[in-house]
């Protein structure tokens, strides 16, 4: 990837961005809004930065948190601040052949749903946004072992509520 | 290390996030486009060749909103697409038996047959969290692999010694106050046993739900020693 071309950044990351800035937001229009701000400011930045990919998160994640501290709008969130469509299944590097097996978006949303919302972050940073612990830790600041420990716990109750879906 | 992904997790991620609206990308591309500036000394405005780059380099990409498959493109950073599989060897589980009192016991080396070691901190996403079966590392590189960087580890390590000792590390998520003890059964072969005594939460009035810890231990056992694990039934404690 070309590290001058902005959009082959943004293609290549930003539906998982998206996805990570609407656990907060309370709507796709406000989750793409945070989205704007947070890439224009890592792709300012984005030379003096350690680790790129993390940084670009911290961005969203920071964005998302100065947002949320000042609209006390927040507080009436809608239940559901996220969605996600099948017709992508190539994005984050997932093999198309898993389509078979993959999961109906709705019943994802409604599993995700039920989890807190620090829970949900980290699962779509770990899942979609391929970070690692370490770098999970790092944009959510929280230790590794916190963010591993949200991480399983969520992935225990979504395993329990996806497989309870596909009985029923 | 190889690392097998989940097979669940593999699933769900084969579910895609909703790609982000031409809207935004097209937000995006405004604002990084370079503001125009004149150059008194050429006459030009310098803004005409980034424009020019901007639009040579759009040509390469896709604006019709799908990604651009490739792998990750950060040198280092190497995506963890799930769990990792155990590296060390299958635990060993022996016979359960009576345990014995917790006074210490040394083989007729001298050594304690079990010790408890403190300061080393595994990466937990490489290791099995099921209460029942701990991790088994009888190499020190096998070990190296899975701490950590956290300065000061180093001395942990040098408590073990691997010619004849292995090391034993639990990992679980439970509640705070959940204990993992130890006692050494020496009624017949010498055997230890190990003892979750796993809690529920536990909660203290005015306390929220509070949140599952991550819990790991980690033990040098005597090479050849029998060893197995029990679980309590879980205890629930009202503060």
Same mark, same amino acid.
């Given at each position: 990837?070309?590290?001058?071309?902005?959009?082959? #950044?943004?293609?290549?990351?930003?539906?998982?961005?998206?996805?990570?800035?609407?656990?907060?937001?309370?709507?796709?229009?406000?989750?793409?809004?945070?989205?704007?701000?947070?890439?224009? !400011?890592? #792709?300012?930045? !984005? &030379?003096?930065?350690?680790?790129?990919?993390?940084?670009?998160?911290?961005?969203?994640?920071?964005?998302?948190?100065?947002?949320?501290?000042?609209?006390?709008?927040?507080?009436?969130?809608?239940?559901?601040?996220?969605?996600?469509?099948?017709?992508?299944?190539?994005?984050?590097?997932?093999?198309?052949?898993?389509?078979?097996?993959?999961?109906?978006?709705?019943?994802?949303?409604?599993?995700?749903?039920?989890?807190? &919302? &620090?829970?949900?972050?980290?699962?779509?940073?770990?899942? #979609?946004?391929?970070?690692?612990?370490?770098?999970?830790?790092?944009?959510?600041?929280?230790?590794?072992?916190?963010?591993?420990?949200?991480?399983?716990?969520?992935?225990?109750?979504?395993?329990?509520?996806?497989?309870?879906?596909? &009985?029923? | 290390?190889?690392?097998?992904?989940?097979?669940?997790?593999?699933?769900?991620? +084969?579910?895609?996030? $909703?790609?982000? +609206?031409?809207?935004?990308?097209?937000?995006?591309?405004?604002?990084?486009?370079?503001?125009?500036?004149?150059?008194?000394?050429?006459?030009?405005? $310098?803004? *005409?060749? +980034?424009?020019?780059?901007?639009?040579?380099?759009?040509?390469?990409?896709?604006?019709?909103?799908?990604?651009?498959?490739?792998?990750?493109?950060?040198?280092?950073?190497?995506?963890?697409?799930?769990?990792?599989?155990?590296?060390?060897?299958?635990?060993?589980? =022996?016979? *359960?038996?009576?345990?014995?009192?917790?006074?210490?016991?040394?083989?007729?080396?001298?050594?304690?047959?079990?010790?408890?070691?403190?300061?080393?901190?595994?990466?937990?996403?490489?290791?099995?969290?099921?209460?029942?079966?701990?991790?088994?590392?009888?190499?020190?590189?096998?070990?190296?692999?899975?701490?950590?960087?956290?300065? =000061?580890?180093?001395?942990?390590?040098?408590?073990?010694?691997?010619?004849?000792?292995?090391?034993?590390?639990?990992?679980?998520?439970?509640?705070?106050?959940?204990?993992?003890?130890?006692?050494?059964?020496?009624?017949?072969?010498?055997?230890? *046993?190990?003892?979750?005594?796993?809690?529920?939460?536990?909660?203290?009035?005015?306390?929220?739900?509070?949140?599952?810890?991550?819990?790991?231990?980690?033990?040098?056992?005597?090479? =050849?020693?029998?060893?197995?694990?029990?679980?309590?039934?879980?205890?629930?404690?009202?503060?």
């Amino acid at each position: 990837m070309d590290d001058r071309n902005w959009q082959q #950044w943004f293609d290549r990351h930003g539906a998982a961005l998206i996805l990570f800035a609407r656990q907060r937001a309370d709507c796709c229009a406000d989750a793409e809004d945070i989205v704007q701000t947070a890439f224009i !400011r890592f #792709w300012k930045h !984005r &030379e003096s930065a350690k680790d790129p990919l993390t940084y670009l998160y911290s961005c969203v994640s920071s964005v998302s948190n100065d947002r949320y501290r000042s609209d006390s709008r927040r507080r009436e969130r809608e239940k559901k601040a996220w969605y996600i469509k099948a017709d992508d299944a190539n994005v984050g590097g997932a093999s198309s052949s898993n389509s078979d097996t993959a999961f109906e978006p709705t019943e994802i949303e409604e599993a995700m749903a039920t989890l807190p &919302e &620090e829970q949900r972050q980290v699962v779509v940073l770990k899942i #979609w946004g391929e970070l690692t612990f370490k770098n999970i830790a790092e944009v959510l600041s929280i230790p590794a072992n916190t963010a591993a420990s949200r991480y399983r716990l969520a992935i225990n109750v979504l395993k329990s509520r996806l497989s309870e879906g596909a &009985e029923s | 290390m190889n690392e097998t992904p989940d097979p669940f997790e593999m699933r769900l991620k +084969s579910v895609a996030p $909703a790609p982000p +609206s031409d809207k935004l990308r097209n937000d995006i591309e405004k604002e990084l486009q370079p503001t125009p500036r004149f150059n008194a000394k050429t006459g030009v405005f $310098a803004a *005409i060749v +980034s424009v020019a780059a901007l639009i040579a380099v759009s040509t390469m990409v896709d604006f019709g909103g799908n990604p651009i498959p490739g792998n990750n493109p950060i040198p280092g950073n190497t995506p963890n697409p799930g769990e990792n599989p155990n590296p060390a060897d299958s635990p060993e589980t =022996g016979n *359960i038996s009576v345990p014995a009192n917790d006074t210490p016991v040394l083989n007729p080396e001298g050594r304690p047959y079990v010790v408890p070691v403190k300061g080393l901190k595994p990466l937990v996403d490489a290791l099995d969290v099921s209460r029942k079966n701990p991790t088994r590392f009888d190499k020190l590189e096998q070990l190296q692999e899975i701490l950590s960087d956290e300065p =000061g580890q180093d001395k942990s390590l040098d408590q073990i010694d691997f010619e004849t000792q292995e090391v034993l590390i639990f990992t679980w998520l439970g509640w705070k106050l959940d204990k993992l003890t130890y006692q050494l059964d020496t009624t017949q072969r010498p055997e230890i *046993i190990f003892t979750h005594r796993p809690m529920d939460q536990v909660r203290r009035i005015g306390d929220g739900p509070g949140e599952p810890h991550l819990h790991f231990e980690v033990f040098a056992i005597e090479k =050849g020693t029998l060893w197995s694990v029990e679980i309590e039934e879980k205890q629930t404690i009202i503060q």
